[in-house]
């Protein structure tokens, strides 16, 4: 079975805090994806990877960046945390071919205060 | 680009069946996903369908396809307190490995 690991369950950062959301898979997966979930507004993609030192941006890239210097890990970084970043972050990875099924870790609930 | 809708609650009672309802409006999606996400948990792929089908069964779960009308729901059969969940359709966008989800659909099952 696919594995991917998200390092924290819950995360309290204060604003203004660099944030570092880590995320790895076993898997041996080309593209992984970060994901913010919110009430009402279900799963929006932040950032996805492809391949190593690649990355694009998804539907909400804004006040994030990604970083992929492995295979399997890919981190999400808040360079600045604010309150309007308090979310559930999920991971998500897949293999190389299309339209394969995302597989998810179980979330890193973040509440910036 | 991609716009997938879903009601946002449902109550069922235990032993009833279950249908939750998806409309999306890229059509040239292939594999179309159902994902379930328990209480506390990540999401899990639950199951999916190819475009070209109409209708996928499995076990308990019927997936039902309206191409034309863009529209995708998911049945349960003999719905579980187990299957209380929020339950999230997915289309992927036209090209590459990207989803977009819908808001997902609460569903709670009363004894």
């Known amino acids: 079975d696919v594995k991917v690991t998200q390092s924290s369950r819950y995360l309290v950062k204060r604003t203004g805090e660099k944030v570092f959301l880590e995320c790895v898979q076993d898997m041996d997966h080309e593209n992984m994806f970060w994901y913010r979930q919110d009430p009402g507004l279900g799963l929006r993609l932040i950032y996805f990877s492809y391949d190593v030192k690649m990355k694009e941006k998804g539907d909400i890239p804004e006040g994030y960046s990604v970083s992929r210097e492995k295979k399997e890990r890919f981190s999400l970084i808040l360079e600045s945390a604010s309150t309007n970043q308090t979310s559930m972050y999920l991971c998500a990875s897949t293999p190389g071919q299309a339209n394969s099924p995302l597989h998810f870790g179980n979330g890193t609930r973040l509440t910036v205060t | 680009g991609e716009d997938v809708e879903q009601s946002l609650f449902l109550s069922v009672r235990e032993g009833d069946s279950s249908v939750i309802n998806c409309t999306y409006t890229d059509s040239s999606s292939t594999y179309l996903y159902w994902y379930k996400q328990e209480p506390g948990a990540g999401l899990q792929l639950l199951t999916y369908i190819f475009s070209n089908m109409d209708m996928k069964q499995d076990q308990r779960l019927t997936v039902l396809l309206n191409k034309k009308d863009k529209h995708l729901s998911l049945r349960i059969a003999d719905t579980q307190t187990g299957d209380s969940a929020i339950y999230f359709c997915?289309?992927?966008?036209?090209?590459?490995?990207?989803?977009?989800f819908g808001g997902g659909t609460r569903v709670l099952v009363k004894p």
């Open positions: 997915a289309v992927p966008k036209a090209a590459g490995n990207k989803l977009t």
